[in-house]
């Protein structure tokens, strides 16, 4: 197979050492590893380049939260226990608490009667808590809370920001765009004050139809829902502005210099089509895109032996379908060297499989950096973990 | 063929398939269809979640709002697929209920109903688990159309949610179709007619939200059916202890080359697989303490496909699920 991919490198020493950049975003598909490459950038950051750091963090996996010292959802950074910090490092850690990040920038943005009417409709307590795409607005407004502060005036030297789970790496950049699109409706507008007739007849068809649509809507939602909706865009609609205004903002910091991308993947089919899809969007966006995170790739102890020759051996030592059981001690160490083989064959064909995978990636985006993270036995859940994982992404 | 002791969830009609995102919910509410319709049944496998994720592993054209034959299982029956979608659901309900005629379409285009299922999500969930109800129980000259319903449904993270009916609609209009339709469902759903299956692999994430929404489900007085260990691995060398000499010579009877570095590093792979299987193993007694029949899918290295779908639902049948 011919081998000349050679993409380049991702150095992310030198991403964490360069005090130019103050932000740095792990996207990816689902279940990929972004939390956990946060977690590891951020700790090597404190570590190894003396870097005053927090690591938001969004559902971590509890035992990872545990060893970062997240007991509590409650939006404040906590210095983690455990940092052998350089210099001025130090390694703050927090969950991202989506409610409660919303609540606040209503209070910023309102005064607090206001404010405490809005807390109490139900639609906005349905909405602040549950609707589609509201983590990843409240984590793009945590995040420009975070960098509001300038390193000058004692604020974060560098914020590695984890990405919440979803299926599409997409959804961190359209989600906060779809939902101020829809506090800004039209659609809200019309519904709850149905538009007169107009002159065009299209208009007044609109008109009719959204009459009787709004009846019909009011037969199933019922008058509260639509009520409280109503109260709710009513007393929103003061800060709609500034909620608009600030999702701009954080774009803005986004495409800034000061921040680095990086899109995380497995060697899988499903990961890589994301992690694709996410590499165009960003260079659509001109944001930034440092490289690409290769997570779990697997790795060959003895590369020289084949798959072939391998599973001969195995054959030849009388492996496959449990065969050979009992016998002497010599056919037990024969069939454990088998098994031995087996998985070896199975591993060398894993291995091509994810570097097939991986080539394609390479090919249609050669100028994308990338950084492989060997798959670990087993999960990583403690500080220790977290710096072997930052020492193979920074190796 | 194995005789599994009936535990009710062999007697449900809606199968509904759950688990943390990427676990195998689709290929393995798929597998069950199948597996379900062998031996001259008919089945159908829905979705909810617009992805067309039945298209793509059946690799065949976007589904349309309808009930297509997708596949024969080999020994005779079929499984037919619906793409279930909230808007056209929605709109098919205004149009029993209230006559839009073209007003629908043309609202559709306006973006109302899209919006309309968006400021109550509990709407949508209940427009779609309608639709699923109205198959399990649908009759044609007093029998059943379908045998059983196969429900490739959200993740573990909303299943709870989705599955409440009632709950979720509560806020809505106290009287009209919507609330009869959802107190409806709810009956279905928390009626031995239902099992819900919960998808996982023996990782640490996956196990623990399926812990999770089983304590969730059975809180909420849904019916749990079994849990589903997907993609599983032999057992090699479990337990197993290697040593350099004993491998060495193993290496030399296959005629293999069994220098020290082949065999150190055949070693630390072998060490590598132990400690995972070790993982596994904690793993599988957390899901053991859920006291759920589990039921386990191997491992397909070359990818899933038509074939590797066939393969499931055998292993599915081998472990005691069967239609009826
Ligand atoms: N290199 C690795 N080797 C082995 N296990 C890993 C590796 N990286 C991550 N994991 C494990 O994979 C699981 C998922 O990782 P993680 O939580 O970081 O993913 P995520 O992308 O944040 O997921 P989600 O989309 O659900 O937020 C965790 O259990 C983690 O310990
Ligand atoms: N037993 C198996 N062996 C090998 N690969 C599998 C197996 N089961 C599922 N897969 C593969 O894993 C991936 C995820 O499977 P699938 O799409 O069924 O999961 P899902 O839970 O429906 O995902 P999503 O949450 O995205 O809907 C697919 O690429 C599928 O082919
Ligand atoms: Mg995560
Ligand atoms: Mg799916």
New binding site residues.
């Given amino acids: 197979m011919p081998r000349n991919l050679t993409p380049p490198k991702l150095d992310l020493d030198a991403i964490l050492a360069d005090r130019g950049i103050r932000i740095v975003v792990c996207c990816g598909a689902?279940g990929v590893g972004k939390t956990t490459t946060a977690a590891a950038l951020a700790l090597r950051a404190a570590e190894r380049h003396g870097r005053r750091t927090v690591v938001l963090t969004i559902d971590p996996a509890r035992r990872l939260a545990q060893s970062l010292g997240l007991t509590e959802l409650d939006n404040t950074p906590r210095p983690v226990t455990g940092v052998k910090a350089e210099g001025d490092g130090q390694l703050h850690a927090m969950m991202l608490d989506m409610k409660r990040t919303f609540d606040e920038v209503v209070l910023t943005h309102t005064r607090p009667e206001k404010a405490q009417e809005i807390f109490a409709n139900p639609f906005y307590q349905a909405m602040s808590s549950t609707f589609a795409g509201t983590q990843e607005y409240m984590a793009m407004e945590k995040l420009s809370q975070l960098s509001a502060v300038d390193v000058a005036d004692g604020g974060w030297d560098l914020i590695v920001v984890d990405t919440p789970p979803s299926?599409s790496a997409l959804d961190f950049l359209d989600a906060p765009r779809r939902l101020s699109k829809f506090l800004d409706s039209r659609m809200l507008r019309m519904l709850l004050a149905p538009a007169r007739s107009g002159g065009l007849s299209v208009l007044r068809m609109m008109g009719a139809s959204l009459n009787v649509f709004g009846r019909a809507m009011r037969k199933i939602l019922g008058g509260q829902l639509l009520s409280d909706v109503s109260t709710f865009v009513a007393s929103f609609d003061s800060m709609f502005g500034g909620f608009a205004e600030r999702a701009e903002r954080t774009y803005r910091v986004l495409q800034a210099r000061q921040t680095a991308f990086l899109v995380v993947a497995t060697p899988?089919?499903?990961a890589i089509r994301e992690a694709g899809y996410f590499a165009g969007r960003l260079s659509e966006e001109r944001m930034p895109l440092a490289g690409l995170v290769l997570n779990r790739v697997h790795g060959l102890a003895v590369p020289d032996l084949s798959a072939e020759r391998s599973a001969g051996g195995a054959e030849a030592l009388g492996a496959g379908g449990g065969a050979g059981a009992g016998g002497g001690k010599r056919s037990a160490g024969a069939s454990l060297a088998a098994e031995v083989l087996l998985l070896h064959a199975d591993l060398v064909r894993q291995v091509a499989r994810e570097q097939r995978i991986a080539d394609q990636f390479r090919r249609s985006h050669p100028a994308v950096p990338v950084a492989e993270v060997p798959a670990q036995p087993e999960d990583v859940h403690d500080l220790e973990g977290l710096r072997g994982i930052g020492t193979s992404l920074a190796a | 063929m194995r005789d599994a002791p009936s535990s009710g969830w062999q007697d449900a009609r809606l199968h509904v398939v759950t688990?943390?995102?990427?676990?195998?919910?689709?290929?393995?509410?798929?597998a069950m269809a199948l597996t379900l319709a062998s031996g001259g049944r008919r089945t159908l496998l829905i979705e909810v979640?617009g992805?067309q994720?039945i298209a793509q592993?059946f690799d065949v054209p976007p589904l349309p709002y309808q009930e297509r034959k997708i596949a024969v299982p080999p020994d005779g029956g079929e499984v037919r697929a619906l793409a279930v979608d909230a808007e056209e659901a929605l709109l098919e309900y205004l149009e029993m209920f209230y006559r839009l005629g073209g007003a629908g379409r043309m609202l559709k285009r306006l973006g109302a109903i899209d919006f309309a299922t968006t400021i109550a999500p509990g709407l949508r969930d209940v427009l779609l688990t309608g639709k699923v109800k109205e198959a399990v129980t649908r009759t044609d000259k007093s029998h059943r159309v379908y045998d059983a319903v196969v429900l490739?449904a959200p993740?573990t993270g909303r299943i709870g949610r989705f599955l409440n009916v009632t709950a979720e609609v509560a806020g809505l209009a106290k009287v009209g179709p919507i609330k009869s339709q959802s107190e409806g469902v709810a009956a279905l759903l928390r009626s031995p007619m239902t099992a819900v299956h919960v998808?996982t692999v023996l990782e640490d994430m996956p196990v623990q939200e399926t812990i999770d929404a089983i304590g969730e489900l059975e809180e909420l007085d849904l019916p749990v059916g079994t849990v589903i260990v997907?993609?599983t691995r032999p057992p090699l060398l479990a337990g197993a202890k290697l040593t350099q000499a004993g491998l060495s010579r193993g290496l030399a009877a296959a005629g293999l080359p069994h220098d020290r570095a082949t065999v150190t590093g055949l070693l630390s792979e072998a060490r590598d697989q132990q400690s995972r299987l070790a993982q596994e193993g904690r793993l599988r007694e957390e899901l053991d303490e859920v006291g759920r029949p589990i039921l386990e899918?191997?491992?397909?290295?070359d990818?899933?496909g038509l074939s590797?779908l066939f393969t499931?639902a055998d292993a599915l049948a081998d472990q005691g699920v069967h239609g009826h």
């Fill in positions: 689902g299926r899988e089919q499903d | 688990g943390k995102g990427g676990t195998g919910k689709t290929t393995v509410a798929a979640e992805r994720g592993l490739d993740p998808v997907n993609m899918l191997p491992f397909l290295a990818g899933v590797g499931l």
